[in-house]
């Protein structure tokens, strides 16, 4: 295929669609306009082991930067895309240079939500984590006996959360919802974690709201609970869920829902443009979702790139993520929507345990915390489309190898 192709975003996915084209020696021109001054990276350990600083910038990077060169791959980094226009049939960026296509490819990702600023969302000390930067100056404020307040119980403000505690920083997490995880594991994984995180010294509490954060000089001092407790705080860490950045292709007239609206092709409503990504909302066995994860952003590029170069094979998601929070590595494969039962099964070692998500009998994802055997069986299930007989997965003795036979 020829023709040019411009990608908006040199993320997780951008990235993945052009080395998938290259892999397919597709060898059309391809121009990469990224808003951020570094080369595409993985963002999954801004909230492990990078923010710990157990993990150098350079080991991020997917690849270095000859790669483009090499490649044909015109990436530019400090281009912000402020406009689509499909009439034309470019895009132009902040500085007024407009880059023609003949496919576009929006890869956009996606943007934390913050606190209003009538809550204190804008005063110094307060943050959330998304990119190198957030992470670089979050870690420059990470210093030992500091108390840091997260409001959020999602898998970033509990990562943020074990990191902080490893650094020696005192860690208040609260969760306006019932549990933390609510709204993506099942109430035995939220246990086992809140557990763990208790364990290891952090203060969490669940059904409580923030009223607003207080300031002096600026900067932030504590922090007004709904229940009306006030703490002292030196720093507080926003995690609570992202939006999709799909505002672009709003303004473009592409169809948007929660994301940009995409096919199983990966199109959106003009056959010229592709979105992927944490951007988009896609079909997922009968319903419309987001799925904000590596896995969605590789595989959905990477099906982009072959429909792009000719092929016509639906993109059907597989997914699966994981959290690493102190020495527990918990692994998640499938998706667990619309469960209505669970089963808990121990693992071998010390803590491990699965929690396996059913719907009406079929077998939709499993959480698997240390537990490697029970995320790599359940994850071949769900590729085979098999669902384990339950009574035999809840006899703890029963091995979970003869599912597979
Ligand atoms: C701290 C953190 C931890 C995570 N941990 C995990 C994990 O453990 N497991 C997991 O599966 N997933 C994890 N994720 C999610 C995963 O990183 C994302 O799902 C993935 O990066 C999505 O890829 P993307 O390409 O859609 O978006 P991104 O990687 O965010 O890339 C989008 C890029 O587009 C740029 N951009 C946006 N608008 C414009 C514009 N108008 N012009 C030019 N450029 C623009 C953005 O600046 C960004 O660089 C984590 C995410 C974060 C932030």
Redesign the pocket.
């Known amino acids: 295929m020829t023709g040019r192709l411009v990608i908006?975003?040199?993320?997780?996915?951008?990235f993945a669609l052009a080395a998938k084209l290259r892999a397919l020696k597709d060898m059309r021109a391809i121009t990469i306009?990224?808003?951020?001054d570094v080369l595409p990276y993985q963002?999954?350990p801004?909230?492990k082991k990078y923010l710990l600083g157990e993990m150098s910038f350079d080991r991020l990077l997917f690849r270095p930067d000859n790669w483009f060169a090499d490649n044909g791959v015109d990436i530019r980094l400090s281009?912000?895309?402020e406009e689509i226009d499909r009439k034309a049939g470019h895009v132009r960026t902040q500085d007024g240079v407009t880059h023609g296509y003949d496919t576009l490819a929006i890869?956009?990702?996606?943007t934390p939500r913050r606190l209003p600023a009538a809550l204190g969302g804008d005063l110094g000390g307060v943050y959330v984590?998304?990119?190198k930067r957030d992470a670089d100056r979050l870690a420059e404020e990470m210093q030992p006996g500091r108390r840091l307040l997260i409001i959020g119980g999602g898998?970033?403000g509990l990562e943020a959360a074990a990191v902080a505690r490893h650094l020696g920083l005192e860690v208040t997490l609260i969760e306006m919802a019932d549990r933390i995880l609510q709204r993506v594991a099942a109430k035995e994984t939220s246990d086992a974690i809140r557990a763990i995180h208790q364990s290891l010294g952090v203060d969490i509490r669940e059904k409580t709201g923030l009223k607003q954060l207080i300031g002096k000089d600026g900067r932030v001092v504590a922090a007004e609970l709904a229940d009306g407790t006030t703490l002292d705080v030196d720093l507080v860490i926003v995690g609570i869920g992202v939006t999709a950045?799909d505002a672009?292709a709003e303004a473009a007239g592409i169809k948007t829902g929660n994301g940009i609206v995409v096919d199983q092709f990966v199109r959106t409503s003009d056959p010229q443009v592709f979105a992927m990504?944490?951007?988009t909302q896609l079909p997922f066995k009968g319903q419309q979702v987001r799925l904000?994860?590596?896995?969605n952003?590789v595989d959905q590029a990477e099906a982009a790139a072959a429909v792009m170069a000719g092929g016509n094979e639906p993109y059907e998601p597989k997914p699966w993520?994981?959290?690493d929070q102190y020495d527990v590595k918990l692994q998640i494969a499938g998706f667990n929507l619309g469960y209505d039962e669970t089963l808990v099964r121990p693992g071998q070692r010390e803590g491990a345990m699965s929690v396996w998500y059913f719907r009406a009998d079929e077998m939709i994802a499993v959480d698997a915390l240390n537990d490697a055997k029970a995320y790599v069986t359940g994850k071949k299930l769900l590729e085979l489309g098999r669902s384990p007989d339950k009574s035999v997965l809840a006899d703890p003795a029963a091995d979970l190898k003869q599912f597979l036979a």
């Open positions: 908006i975003g040199a993320g997780q996915a951008g306009l990224g808003s951020e963002r999954p801004l909230s281009n912000w895309v890869a956009t990702g996606s984590v998304r990119d898998y970033i950045n672009l990504g944490d951007c904000e994860s590596v896995q952003a993520f994981w959290s």
